[in-house]
């Protein structure tokens, strides 16, 4: 990997992580148009770093509430109901699913998900799925309504995104909306429910860079993750600002195309759906 190949990825995974258009399924379509290896998923998970310290920076007032509550309540009773101590024990319930079944699953993620043919599939499918959840959630609850089912739904709905095309951000918000969580409230959950799970899975990940044989080498891999991050954080302040007042439709309509004409080019062969393009 080169490094206009990392600068161009690392936008790439900056401006997609946070929109529910699945920021995995970009950076593989990406590579393969441009004719480029698979980054992989050890680069995917290494970069995806740099997006969530954005999530830290942003969210930085919430985050030190939380864990200060979630502190407290270990060995102070009256802590135990304050809602930022329960926002803290749910994130970690929320964070099992995808960390059991990120190990149980880690050959089919590092292989067999990455078929640009099931990328295509979920960007459809679960685009769909957004757009339903948007237009019937009844986007009355906030966070403090969070119970323990709740959280395991969001985490379940999270470990979705292990397949590139589901989005952890578009899977996380969508189950949200079914459980009638607002807009804002699902997504701020969906970017707090991630950090555990991607900070895990980078770090597991760190390893993978720079072995013999494997596309992504550290010099790239850091630019990529830096670029990721200040363009990450620029989209977070955005994205809150827009679903205030606005839908998920427009990303529904481009997931749909995206989906549709990744299908395309791989029925007539412009595309690889296991690697890059007859060109």
């Not at 990997?1 to 997609?16: I, K, N, R, S, Y």
């Not at 189950?175 to 969906?190: K, M």
């Amino acid at each position: 990997m080169g490094w206009f190949e990392a600068l161009v990825l690392g936008l790439v995974q900056g401006l997609t992580e946070f929109l529910p258009i699945s920021s995995s399924a970009h950076l593989r379509i990406t590579a393969a148009l441009a004719g480029w290896d698979d980054p992989g998923a050890a680069f995917t998970a290494v970069t995806q770093i740099g997006t969530e310290l954005a999530v830290i920076l942003y969210f930085s007032a919430k985050i030190g509430k939380i864990l200060r509550a979630w502190f407290f309540s270990i060995y102070k009773k009256d802590w135990r109901q304050d809602p930022d101590a329960r926002l803290g024990w749910l994130i970690i319930v929320g964070s099992m699913p995808i960390v059991v079944l990120g190990l149980l699953l880690q050959d089919a993620i590092d292989e067999t998900f990455r078929d640009l043919r099931i990328t295509a599939t979920t960007l459809i499918v679960f685009g769909l799925i957004l757009l339903v959840a948007d237009r019937i959630g009844k986007q009355q609850r906030t966070l403090d309504h969070l119970t323990v089912p709740h959280g395991l739904g969001f985490g379940f709905a999270q470990a979705l995104a292990l397949i590139p095309g589901v989005s952890r951000s578009g899977g996380t918000t969508s189950a949200g909306l079914l459980l009638g969580y607002s807009r804002a409230e699902a997504a701020e959950y969906s970017f707090l429910l991630a950090l555990p799970a991607v900070f895990g899975s980078g770090l597991y990940k760190l390893t993978d860079i720079g072995k013999d044989g494997a596309p992504a080498q550290w010099g790239p891999t850091i630019l990529a993750t830096l670029v990721a991050f200040g363009v990450g954080y620029a989209v977070i302040a955005w994205l809150m600002s827009y679903i205030k007042t606005k839908s998920f439709v427009p990303f529904v309509i481009y997931r749909l195309v995206l989906g549709v004409l990744l299908f395309v080019l791989i029925f007539t062969g412009v595309l690889d759906p296991g690697a890059g393009p007859h060109l």
